[in-house]
């Protein structure tokens, strides 16, 4: 999602509930109904409780039945009934779906392949995780060169027996002596922070807590680093609790926590975050500040070498997003979207900061500008072109010096490094071709595969091509489409359609082996690219938020109506999946148009649009959403809210709803109440699942053993409610 909701990929995590009077009120079992294509064998819906909870909101009373479920398991033991019921059902329900197993098979196989993440350099050593293949948690390695053997550094996997102990942010010293790096335990946010020695594989004393959303920036000298962290959460549910006053820290080595440095802070403005980094040439911190999710930032800057010197604020202005790239001496080098939605580079003399001595150096073209990294004394640049990747190298005089070439239409990543690193290396992935580690010689512009995936399918069996269709209002949207070659266009193709839409983070061409699974067993993969991401700039964003959230629905609605006159597929036969703000999508696109859709898949989605700025960090996507105390994003959040809008005497399509009970990002909750609201209203006979994972959250950092098993389930509810004959497993 975005710097506060992604996964994670991405991907790119949040507080208060409130209690609610419960006096008097019985208990009322939903209605008995058989699930689809199982006459025999009725669904029972647990029992779930309607209590009389009424908000206002401007003059409009909005009942809240189900605000019991925003408890948490550990403080409501009515809830945590509530969920084992719920598991036991969809347990049962699964279970006898006679191709999960399969399924199952399948993917563990398919799983089983060494992946690697872009190593980064410092100190002469390379760093970089991987992953045998069915390892829970990827292990982070460390080598001298970078043909030469590696040793473990940090295997997080025996920090747990069920293996829900992630690393979830690292960084070597300067001289690549020392490692600073965060754990998260099942699926939360929260972090603790530590030193590691490189040589000896041991951890010093230095422990920091109640850190999210943050990484670390070392000083030259190795003798500390920069962190943000939030204060301790005083009497407050850890997973419920807003989170609001980060603050910029600096940690001295061998120092307890209680006394790191304040650096910066703003009691004035309780909604504002921090990210320091050090500078290549150790000179400056460079403060990037934002506000919530929102995808513009301030830059303000402290320099290293003046003791006691004030931070300065350069970009002091919430206009535009500006990234740091670099710095020569006092000149700095952004990529910014200021009075150009799809990116530029500027630069920008600290001794003449105002805007009009501005330089540009590398000016917008059609493609979106939505990375640059600085190696080799060269500007790196990702561009998206209708929404994969092209990557152009750039002097810092802004002269295009050659196109890295890439091997077909996917998406490349990485390029880590610094200014005066020879070499960086990249990732490179499409729909059916695994990630793979390229080194690139900055010096010579020569490409080489470092490590490359070996697995047992055969990508040559299925094709990839991009379509554009017009939305409700004309607008054209583009959508990949992944089948095995020869599908034939006569509407019966079993179909996923996927999107996201939200918080200007572009959905570019992804490898992922529940989708080749998919794939192998006749399935087409469909991709929109829909508005409120970032594939077009922020034009493109900011054309699906706020008041202009609909436009997202209209977009995937549209890409299933596209899907089913050109007789790719048929509305018993489509599948609509997405998580977290997708998951919105999925949640508003199936109670827009019930009718559309043969199945729903809403993972770890926003649900309640009245209640989703209560908890943790729901208060950031404000800026993407709209508040409800605003009259007018009230009324637009109320016409779309997922939770709000399912109406009673309505055949709703399959449903299988996922969450995680330590999701402190999109709280459960959201997920609970939609799912006992739409047991409640389901007129028709398909089934309203719900499969709540223990000890796993958002998503990041679950085991891969989790992940199996859910997406086994995930498929083989498909197979099971679009009538799909199973082929090729």
Request: with cysteine; net charge negative.
């Amino acid at each position: 999602m975005s710097f506060w909701m992604r996964t994670a990929e991405f991907d790119s995590r949040w507080r208060v509930w409130a209690t609610t009077t419960l006096f008097g009120l019985a208990l009322a079992a939903v209605a008995v109904r058989p699930a689809a294509g199982d006459g025999e064998t009725p669904l029972k819906y647990p029992a779930a409780r309607k209590a009389e909870v009424t908000d206002t909101f401007h003059g409009t009373s909005v009942p809240d039945p189900y605000r019991w479920l925003e408890a948490t398991p550990e403080d409501g033991p009515e809830v945590r009934t509530w969920i084992e019921a719920q598991n036991k059902l969809t347990g049962n329900y699964l279970a006898q779906i006679q191709d999960r197993g399969k399924i199952f098979v399948r993917l563990s196989k398919l799983w089983d392949y060494e992946r690697y993440n872009p190593p980064i350099k410092r100190g002469g050593r390379y760093f970089f995780t991987k992953n045998d293949g069915l390892q829970n948690q990827d292990v982070l390695h460390w080598a001298e060169t970078i043909s030469g053997p590696s040793k473990v550094l940090l295997d997080p996997n025996p920090l747990s027996e069920e293996g829900v102990v992630s690393l979830r942010g690292w960084a070597p010293s300067e001289d690549g002596k020392l490692l600073a790096y965060g754990l998260q335990a099942k699926g939360s946010d929260w972090m603790e922070w530590r030193v590691r020695e490189v040589d000896t594989g041991k951890d010093r004393a230095d422990l920091l807590k109640w850190v999210k959303f943050s990484g670390a920036s070392w000083t030259k000298d190795g003798e500390g680093f920069f962190y943000s962290r939030y204060d301790e959460p005083k009497g407050e549910d850890q997973l419920q609790a807003l989170n609001y006053f980060q603050k910029l820290y600096y940690h001295k080595l061998g120092t307890p926590q209680s006394e790191d440095r304040l650096i910066y802070e703003r009691k004035d403005h309780k909604d504002w975050n921090f990210s320091g980094s050090v500078t290549d040439d150790g000179r400056y911190l460079i403060i990037s500040v934002g506000k919530g999710t929102e995808r513009k930032n301030l830059v303000f800057y402290k320099d290293l070498e003046q003791e006691d010197s004030p931070i300065v604020e350069l970009i002091p202005i919430f206009d535009a997003v500006y990234d740091f790239i670099d710095n020569d001496g006092k000149k700095f080098y952004f990529r910014t979207d200021f009075q150009c939605p799809r990116g530029r580079v500027v630069a920008v003399d600290i001794e003449r900061p105002d805007r009009d001595h501005w330089s540009e150096v590398v000016p917008q073209v059609t493609a979106t500008l939505n990375a640059v990294s600085s190696v080799g004394g060269k500007m790196i640049a990702r561009y998206l072109n209708d929404a994969h990747s092209k990557v152009a190298v750039f002097s810092f005089q802004g002269q295009l010096e050659s196109m890295i070439e890439l091997p077909e239409m996917g998406t490349a990543g990485g390029f880590f490094g610094q200014k005066d690193d020879p070499e960086t290396f990249y990732s490179f992935e499409s729909f059916t071709t695994p990630k793979t580690i390229y080194r690139y010689d900055a010096s010579s512009g020569q490409t080489v595969v470092f490590r490359r995936p070996m697995m047992s399918i055969d990508s040559a069996i299925f094709e990839t091509k991009q379509v554009f269709y017009k939305s409700k209002d004309g607008t054209q949207v583009p959508m990949f489409l992944t089948y095995k070659k020869g599908l034939a266009t006569n509407g019966q193709n079993p179909t996923l359609l996927y999107g996201y839409g939200g918080f200007d983070i572009p959905i570019t061409p992804f490898f992922s082996v529940s989708s080749v699974v998919w794939l192998e067993m006749g399935g087409m993969l469909a991709v929109a690219n829909i508005r409120g991401g970032g594939e077009y700039g922020s034009d493109w964003h900011e054309a699906g938020m706020k008041l202009k959230k609909q436009n997202c629905f209209d977009d995937f609605i549209a890409a299933a109506e596209w899907l089913i006159a050109n007789k790719y597929t048929s509305a018993p036969k489509l599948a609509i999946t997405g998580g977290s703000n997708g998951g919105l999508l999925v949640g508003a696109s199936m109670t827009q148009r019930p009718d559309l859709f043969g199945a729903a898949l809403p993972s770890v989605g926003v649900l309640d649009m009245l209640r989703f700025n209560k908890f943790t960090i729901g208060w950031a996507w404000e800026s993407d959403y709209g508040s409800p105390e605003n009259p007018e994003e009230f009324k637009a959040l109320f016409a779309y809210s997922p939770y709000h809008n399912l109406k009673p005497g309505t055949a709703y399509p399959a449903t299988l709803i996922t969450t995680g009970d330590h999701d402190d990002r999109v709280v459960p909750a959201h997920s609970f109440k939609f799912a006992a609201r739409l047991q409640e209203m389901q007129s028709g006979s398909e089934p309203v699942l719900i499969r709540i994972e223990t000890s796993a959250g958002h998503g990041a950092g679950k085991p891969t053993r989790k992940i199996i098993e859910e997406t086994a389930d995930r498929l083989a509810f498909l197979v099971k409610n679009l009538d799909m004959k199973v082929r090729g497993l």
